[in-house]
């Protein structure tokens, strides 16, 4: 049975796809003309509507999930390899989002920490000529390095100093969206030839293998994320680090007074979540792209965040909710292409889900959870407990 906050992630997802839906209706030219003669004709108008909302988001599907119309039986399931693909990197920096909320610490850096994890990812990979396994190990752990070294400045700044962590990590994901556009212009970064802010194309053995053929996107970072989904799971409660790290998140003052190092907690977990983030740059730097630009981290950092919210801190709820988010990234395209819709609605649905996210009480009242609980509670009077009590005494 699901549990109480799992059931409000799920039901504001139900809702926001529902408001989404409307607002389809509402935009729809077709609903706007039918509108016009609505007491005469209702059916029209309700007509219309369902099928703008149905329209839009079965379009959605098909460019998320599955392609029946497709030609072949690969191409059918292509959306569904292009949903995982860009879930990819939200998971795993959602992964170092989620890691730092169970700690008490609120890491808005995802974005700078991807970049950083790309940039070393990336010079690694078109600098170092290397044999396959070993070339792509080390870009692996450049990019992981990398964001864990963007982590680790808040981190210790959190510890040491008492500076919050929110305006760091604000303050870092600016210092490093200009670090990576300076870079791209110096000879170091710079793809020779091209006066463009792009470096050269990584080396062949310092991809991330495309898993299903060539003829999809989906790379061995699909992998990375679900085995480091497991391993932020294990650390988190079968780890003696995952213990400390949740009982400072739970409560600081507590946890030093047990013996706990709260210093060194904020450290770890910073350092851990920018190296989470950091193997998202790797997955769009050495899976997607495979070139370094100024937009590798697109705004991936940013979504994380939400990720993060709607899988209410756990490493797989953070995992589905990168999916979901995923085939709204890949489904957007096709349902604008399809339909006219324009793909800004996503983002609408994906804003109104935190909005409920962040008020479980609206999600509760809406769907009267409550007040089905209450009811299944009967009532005793005074006079029924004074029974109760006086047949427990004799």
Same mark, same amino acid.
């Given at each position: 049975?699901? /549990?109480?906050?799992?059931?409000?992630?799920?039901?504001?997802?139900?809702?926001?796809?529902?408001?989404?839906?409307?607002?389809?209706?509402?935009?729809?030219?077709?609903?706007?003309? #039918?509108?016009? +003669?609505?007491?005469?004709?209702?059916?029209?108008?309700?007509?219309?509507?369902?099928?703008?909302?149905?329209?839009? +988001?079965?379009?959605? &599907? !098909? /460019?998320?999930?599955?392609?029946?119309?497709?030609?072949?039986?690969?191409?059918?399931?292509?959306?569904?390899?292009?949903? @995982?693909?860009?879930?990819?990197?939200?998971? $795993?920096?959602? @992964?170092? *989002?989620?890691?730092?909320?169970?700690?008490?610490?609120?890491?808005?850096?995802?974005?700078?920490?991807?970049?950083?994890?790309? #940039?070393?990812?990336?010079?690694?990979?078109?600098?170092?000529?290397?044999?396959?396994?070993? =070339?792509? $190990?080390?870009?692996? $752990?450049?990019?992981?390095?990398?964001?864990?070294?963007?982590?680790?400045?808040?981190?210790?700044?959190?510890?040491?100093?008492?500076?919050?962590?929110?305006?760091?990590?604000?303050?870092?994901? +600016?210092?490093?969206?200009?670090? *990576?556009? +300076?870079?791209?212009?110096?000879?170091?970064?710079?793809?020779?030839?091209?006066?463009?802010?792009?470096?050269?194309?990584?080396?062949?053995?310092?991809?991330?293998? !495309?898993?299903?053929?060539?003829?999809?996107?989906? =790379?061995?970072?699909?992998?990375?994320?679900?085995?480091?989904?497991?391993?932020?799971?294990?650390?988190?409660?079968?780890? #003696?680090? /995952?213990?400390?790290?949740?009982?400072?998140?739970?409560?600081?003052?507590?946890?030093?007074?047990?013996?706990?190092?709260?210093?060194?907690?904020?450290? *770890?977990?910073?350092?851990?979540?920018?190296?989470?983030?950091?193997?998202?740059?790797?997955?769009?730097?050495?899976?997607?792209?495979?070139?370094?630009?100024?937009?590798?981290?697109?705004?991936?950092? &940013?979504?994380?965040?939400?990720?993060?919210?709607?899988?209410?801190?756990?490493?797989? /709820?953070?995992?589905?909710?990168? *999916?979901?988010?995923?085939?709204?990234?890949?489904?957007?395209?096709?349902?604008?292409?399809?339909?006219? #819709?324009?793909?800004?609605?996503?983002?609408?649905?994906?804003?109104?889900?935190?909005?409920?996210?962040?008020?479980?009480?609206?999600?509760?009242?809406?769907?009267?959870?409550? !007040?089905?609980?209450?009811?299944?509670?009967?009532?005793?009077?005074?006079?029924?407990?004074?029974?109760?009590?006086?047949?427990?005494?004799?």
């Amino acid at each position: 049975m699901l /549990g109480g906050s799992s059931l409000v992630a799920i039901l504001a997802v139900v809702l926001s796809i529902i408001l989404g839906g409307i607002l389809i209706a509402l935009t729809d030219e077709r609903v706007s003309e #039918t509108a016009s +003669y609505f007491f005469s004709r209702p059916t029209d108008m309700l007509v219309a509507a369902w099928e703008a909302a149905s329209g839009a +988001y079965i379009a959605l &599907f !098909q /460019g998320a999930v599955f392609n029946p119309r497709a030609d072949s039986l690969a191409l059918m399931f292509r959306p569904l390899t292009e949903t @995982l693909t860009v879930a990819t990197p939200l998971i $795993l920096a959602g @992964l170092g *989002v989620a890691i730092a909320f169970r700690a008490g610490l609120f890491n808005i850096g995802a974005q700078g920490q991807i970049i950083l994890g790309a #940039t070393f990812a990336g010079w690694v990979g078109f600098t170092w000529h290397l044999p396959f396994g070993l =070339h792509l $190990l080390l870009v692996v $752990l450049a990019g992981f390095i990398g964001g864990a070294l963007w982590g680790f400045v808040p981190g210790i700044l959190k510890a040491r100093t008492g500076a919050h962590e929110v305006i760091v990590t604000i303050m870092m994901n +600016y210092i490093a969206i200009y670090l *990576v556009g +300076y870079l791209l212009s110096t000879p170091a970064f710079q793809n020779p030839g091209s006066s463009n802010p792009i470096s050269p194309r990584l080396d062949d053995s310092a991809l991330l293998p !495309q898993i299903l053929g060539p003829q999809f996107r989906l =790379h061995l970072g699909f992998l990375v994320a679900i085995a480091a989904t497991y391993g932020v799971w294990w650390i988190l409660n079968r780890s #003696t680090v /995952g213990f400390e790290l949740r009982a400072v998140g739970a409560n600081p003052f507590a946890s030093r007074t047990a013996g706990i190092s709260v210093t060194k907690g904020y450290v *770890v977990v910073m350092v851990l979540a920018g190296g989470l983030a950091g193997l998202a740059g790797v997955a769009q730097v050495a899976g997607t792209e495979r070139v370094l630009t100024g937009g590798i981290a697109a705004s991936f950092g &940013f979504d994380a965040i939400t990720v993060a919210l709607l899988g209410r801190s756990h490493p797989w /709820g953070v995992f589905f909710a990168g *999916v979901l988010f995923g085939a709204f990234r890949a489904g957007g395209v096709q349902m604008q292409t399809v339909t006219g #819709t324009p793909i800004d609605i996503v983002l609408v649905v994906q804003s109104l889900i935190v909005l409920f996210i962040a008020a479980p009480p609206l999600v509760k009242a809406i769907f009267r959870i409550d !007040q089905k609980k209450k009811a299944k509670t009967p009532r005793r009077d005074n006079k029924g407990r004074k029974a109760e009590a006086a047949g427990g005494a004799a």
